[in-house]
T-cell receptor, first 113, second 110 residues
Framework: DADVTQTPRNRITKTGKRIMLECSQT?????MYWYRQDPGLGLRLIYY???????NKGEISDGYSVSRQAQAKFSLSLESAIPNQTALYFC????????????FGEGSRLTVL | KNEVEQSPQNLTAQEGEFITINCSYS?????LHWLQQHPGGGIVSLFM???GKKKHGRLIATINIQEKHSSLHITASHPRDSAVYIC????????????FGKGTHLIIQP
């Protein structure tokens, strides 16, 4: 199994629909992150979580929500998708401060029509 | 102004050439990552640096904390090194998570 698994890998949806992107990890890391990648803008932080009770907004959290269902699972929701949320989304995990491990999922490409 | 600047944005070189990609940052950091992203999207962390130099195979990463600068070098470049290389920093005193450069698109021609 991959260290960090994202589902779905590709999704096309319509404006106004609710979308959930799921992430699970096998690394046992406490820290999990959702990033968004746009051409010319690079990666930007949406939300991050230190544990199931600790959720924090990142740079671009408006229009998104997250849930940390367990140490290994961190999902990102778009309650009402809009076209400018079309992007490549990455989940990542980190052991920050221990061995400096950082692992990314393969990405979820979302298109909002 | 971006907090993390990479240069060059694009680089095309011939197989076997020595490659250098630069990253400058304008803020205090606790660590810097070099990431590799292949076509198709997956991102892999190559190095994490907080000081000095690290080497893994043909890849070498250096950081100068005083000058707020890091370099990624590739020796004996190969077409399979073609990818986007991204510099990312963890800011001191800021929110957790990384701040990213926009990436350097490297193409190694046979």
């Amino acid at each position: 199994d991959a260290d960090v698994t994202q589902t779905p890998r590709n999704r096309i949806t319509k404006t106004g629909k609710r979308i959930m992107l799921e992430c699970s990890q096998t690394k046992g890391h406490d820290r999990m992150y959702w990033y968004r990648q746009d051409p010319g803008l690079g990666l930007r932080l949406i939300y991050y979580s230190f544990d199931v009770k600790d959720i924090n907004k990142g740079e671009i959290s408006d229009g998104y929500s997250v849930s940390r269902q367990a140490q290994a699972k961190f999902s990102l929701s778009l309650e009402s998708a809009i076209p400018n949320q079309t992007a490549l989304y990455f989940c990542a995990t980190s052991d920050w401060g221990r061995r400096g491990e950082l692992f990314f999922g393969e990405g979820s490409r979302l298109t909002v029509l | 102004k971006n907090e993390v600047e990479q240069s060059p944005q694009n680089l095309t070189a011939q197989e076997g050439e020595f490659i250098t990609i630069n990253c400058s940052y304008s803020v205090g950091i606790s660590a810097l990552h070099w990431l590799q992203q292949h076509p198709g999207g997956g991102i892999v962390s190559l190095f994490m640096l907080s000081s000095g130099k690290k080497k893994h195979g043909r890849l070498i990463a250096t950081i100068n904390i005083q000058e707020k600068h890091s370099s990624l070098h590739i020796t004996a470049s190969h077409p399979r090194d073609s990818a986007v290389y991204i510099c990312a920093v963890r800011l001191t005193g800021g929110a957790d998570g990384l701040t990213f450069g926009k990436g350097t698109h490297l193409i190694i021609q046979p």
